[in-house]
Structure formats: C-alpha cells, structure tokens
C-alpha cells in the first residue's frame, strides 16, 4: 500500500515539475525558456506521458509556437525537437494530426528562412519529417 502510495506522489511530483516547465515557455528571458525545453525534453524522451500530454497539447501548441516564432537559434532548435518527441508521445491519433497542422506552416517557414541558425532549420527540418510520418492523415 504505502509502495502504491509513494510512487503516486513521485508520479504527481513529476507531473507538477512538467507543468512549471511547460509554464516557464512563456517567461520573458530566453535562458529560462531554453532550460525549459530542456527539461521537456529529457522528460519527453525519457518516460511515457501520453495521457498528460493529450491533456494538455493546446497549451504545449501555443508555447512551442512562441519559441518557434520568437525564439532564435538555440531555443528554435530546442523547440523542434520537443514538437517532434510530443508528436512521438501522442501516437498517430487526431490529436497529434491538430498538433501537427497548427505548426507546420511554422515549422515550415523556418526551414526556409535562409537567415535562421543551421541547428534550427535542421531540427525544424526532422520534426517536419518525423511529425509527418506520424501524424499526418493526408498523404500529401
């Protein structure tokens, strides 16, 4: 019982760690988003976290958007890989297909821009890829 009870309290720990992640997306200085997507990241890749993704990709879609547009270098790069690990994490469902049509224009519109960092236009390039192999109902 108390076994059941103290990996609960980890998983709701972890959980409320997620969420000050997701909410630092939005903080004014750049450092603290790129630690963020970090930390999103590494969880991402780490652990299964469907349901509490599902939950919560509007959000997640927003903010990814606002570094995406906003950010520069480092933090779009971050940003493309943590849509491509959400992607992964949400399966090939509806939900992943919105995901995925909200930020391709985005994503897209990167990989063009000729004054954008290499390492953005890379990561922006594999989450275009990945994303729509997985979630992309339209086959072209």
């Given at each position: 019982g108390s076994e059941a009870a103290s990996e609960q309290g980890q998983e709701e720990e972890a959980e409320d760690r997620l969420k000050e992640h997701m909410d630092n997306l939005l903080d004014k200085s750049a450092k603290t988003r790129q630690a963020a997507l970090q930390s999103l990241r590494l969880a991402f890749s780490s652990k299964t976290l469907s349901e509490f993704l599902l939950e919560r990709r509007l959000t997640l879609t927003d903010s990814l958007e606002k570094c995406l547009k906003k950010g520069k270098g480092e933090e779009q790069a971050l940003a493309g890989t943590v849509l491509t690990l959400l992607c992964l994490q949400m399966g090939s469902g509806p939900e992943a297909e919105e995901v995925f049509r909200s930020l391709k224009p985005l994503l897209v519109s990167v990989l063009t821009d000729s004054t954008a960092?290499?390492?953005?236009?890379?990561?922006?390039?594999?989450?275009?890829?990945m994303c729509c192999y997985i979630a992309a109902a339209d086959l072209e």
């Open positions: 960092s290499p390492g953005a236009r890379q990561s922006c390039a594999t989450a275009l890829g």
